[in-house]
């Protein structure tokens, strides 16, 4: 490193030219690590995507991170996320988050094409713009995360992300609607609007439904398959609470947040409290007293305590397919879980 070598005696920041002589010399001394460098310098020097386009890109970030981590697999790939097309072409405003994730652990193109095909209760569409990666936990793993991120409008407009998690084993559905708090003095907001009582109404209707397919399981003699196999929460419509949160590059972490049933979404936008106090109907994160964190509900969903049963999965991949048709939301996270085996938690005899 020549002179530059006193510089590494100090606490503080190294200068551009050391810091260009110290890469030199670990580049020459051990030139594995190039690639790894390479991506290292790529990242930081990277513009992350701002504003409302950013905040989409975390919730998108988000939904993947929750599924890898149900799934049981590390969520460490997050890190390595690129803008896709570069940051400045305005196309990539309406590309999948998952388009910027590195090909990893793919299985060849046919085979993704055969089991595409053969996602529950779905045809092949042209028209929808889908992306997919395919994840296993391990090389030797009989476990295989199918993940597809359909994304057709402008990231700058989309209201939301809805994010669907299909466990194929156990005839599991869970879905997520993620909904934008805004900070408001020193604590943080959500406010309930027309679209979001629209939004609210379709999943009571769902939730309704898959209600009325687990009481014929439960009664009619047909339909008796459900038994031994409870819910704590046998409906599939969830909220998460998210905090505004900008897009962070080369980070793996969840959005803080809270995930609450359907049912205690609703009850909390009806308390006294959720009256605005100029108008409105708002939730104040420091009011709910229970709700489910990151950990708790991945924990839940991988394990099967969340989530349709019964005849209910075949009404809820139906809307699943409508959500991925081109009259779907414009931005959908669906990870399926398929295996062999039984997820976790189960007696295998």
Not at 195 to 204: D, F, N
Not at 329 to 345: A, I, K, L, T
Request: proline share 6%; charged share 25%.
């Amino acid at each position: 490193m020549g002179a530059s070598r006193r510089f590494l005696k100090d606490d503080g920041r190294l200068s551009p030219a050391a810091g260009d002589n110290l890469l030199a010399a670990i580049r020459h001394l051990r030139p594995e690590l190039n690639e790894t460098l390479d991506d290292l310098e790529n990242s930081l020097g990277a513009n992350p995507p701002t504003g409302r386009e950013g905040e989409q890109r975390s919730f998108e970030k988000d939904a993947l991170g929750t599924v890898m981590e149900t799934f049981g697999a590390d969520r460490d790939p997050l890190e390595a996320w690129q803008q896709p097309l570069g940051g400045d072409d305005p196309r990539s405003r309406s590309v999948p988050f998952i388009e910027g994730m590195p090909a990893l652990r793919q299985i060849e193109d046919q085979q993704i094409v055969h089991d595409y095909l053969r996602f529950p209760g779905m045809e092949g569409e042209d028209a929808v713009q889908v992306a997919w990666r395919i994840y296993r936990r391990s090389s030797e793993s009989r476990h295989r995360l199918f993940v597809y991120n359909a994304n057709r409008t402008n990231a700058e407009t989309v209201m939301g992300v809805d994010m669907i998690y299909v466990n194929e084993h156990a005839r599991s559905v869970a879905m997520v609607q993620y909904k934008r708090m805004r900070q408001s003095g020193p604590g943080w907001v959500y406010w309930h609007d027309a679209t979001g009582e629209r939004e609210l109404k379709r999943m009571e209707t769902v939730d309704d439904q898959c209600k009325a397919e687990d009481e014929w399981a439960r009664t009619s003699q047909e339909g008796r398959t459900t038994l031994g196999d409870p819910r704590l929460v046998p409906t599939p419509s969830m909220v998460k609470l998210c905090r505004t949160t900008p897009f962070m590059m080369n980070s793996a972490a969840l959005i803080p947040g809270m995930y609450l049933t359907r049912e205690h979404f609703q009850e909390l936008l009806q308390r006294p409290e959720a009256d605005g106090p100029s108008g409105g109907t708002r939730i104040v994160e420091q009011s709910v007293p229970r709700y489910l964190n990151n950990t708790t509900f991945t924990t839940l969903l991988r394990d099967g305590w969340i989530g349709t049963r019964g005849t209910g999965w075949d009404y809820v991949i139906d809307l699943i397919r409508e959500s991925l048709s081109a009259n779907g939301p414009g931005s959908v996270v669906v990870g399926m879980h398929r295996s062999e085996v039984p997820p976790g938690n189960r007696r295998v005899n």
